[in-house]
């Protein structure tokens, strides 16, 4: 009797999952979104090696890897990491989908010759960037704004400014939108401003109305990812923690991999916990 019990309450919560019209990505296509990697070019090496073995033990589809932006500062790689995140975009286009995030938004500005962008840049994590493009923070400083900025171009190279540019600030698949930090509550998703989804947080994190989509986001440092109703924030933290987390997704079902941990539990809202 108590079997049969089991077996009904299973097949009573997996039919209950599948009926609360779970987000699902574009048919056919599986979609990995990467959180803030901060200059921690190991990290993503790690985890795309990862990916790629996640990938191998499911169902064939289109694999599309997005990154969320703030691909630079805090870590020490970051020339390396944009070096290489610029060659995979160039190579894979439409697979690999790089957006903005509020660093590269600084870094850009920065080079512009933007004193205020420079200030706040340096204090969160711009040093680091530098010392990777072999500048010297202590001279770097006394320069002026402009020299600064012709500074950083001559470094980072018109080319890979001209790049960051480009980047695009979000990203549409199925019921998903994807940005980096999140969305401005109550305004149309093709009317948000580059502003908010760049920098947006309190407003966006304590909202819990529905968006239009689900928005999967970075930006916002946590100890582990987190599932809301109308949000996955995957922003782990990886230039200090050493995890830099990946959220997969196909069809109606998702999943994490992290370069820190395996994850046995998944969530109550999360219909891979009845995945075969």
Not at 55 to 82: A, N
Not at 251 to 258: A, D, I
């Amino acid at each position: 009797m108590r079997f049969k019990e089991a077996l009904w309450t299973l097949s009573n919560l997996a039919a209950t999952v599948r009926s609360k019209r779970l987000p699902s990505t574009c048919v056919g296509e599986r979609v990995y979104a990467v959180g803030d990697i901060h200059g921690r070019l190991d990290l993503f090496r790690k985890l795309l090696a990862q990916l790629e073995e996640d990938s191998q033990s499911r169902k064939k589809g289109t694999i599309r890897i997005i990154l969320l932006g703030d691909l630079v500062d805090r870590g020490p790689q970051s020339r390396e990491m944009l070096e290489l995140a610029k060659r995979m975009e160039l190579q894979n286009r439409g697979r690999l989908v790089v957006l903005c995030g509020n660093h590269e938004d600084l870094l850009l500005a920065s080079a512009n010759g933007n004193a205020d962008a420079q200030q706040i840049w340096l204090a969160n994590g711009g040093d680091a960037t530098l010392a990777s493009y072999g500048l010297d923070i202590s001279q770097f400083v006394q320069l002026s704004p402009k020299e600064r900025g012709d500074a950083l171009k001559n470094v980072v190279g018109i080319d890979t400014l001209d790049w960051l540019k480009r980047l695009p600030l979000s990203y549409r698949n199925g019921d998903y939108f994807y940005c980096h930090a999140g969305v401005r509550p109550g305004v149309s998703l093709c009317k948000q401003r580059r502003e908010d989804l760049l920098w947006i947080r309190q407003e966006f994190l304590q909202n819990t109305n529905f968006h239009g989509a689900m928005i999967v986001h970075g930006h916002s440092e946590t100890s582990e990812p987190e599932i809301m109703v109308n949000r996955i924030n995957i922003d782990t933290r990886a230039y200090s923690s050493n995890e830099l987390t990946a959220l997969g997704m196909q069809g109606p079902y998702r999943w994490f991999v992290s370069t820190a941990r395996k994850y046995v539990f998944q969530s109550a809202l999360d219909a891979s916990r009845i995945q075969s």
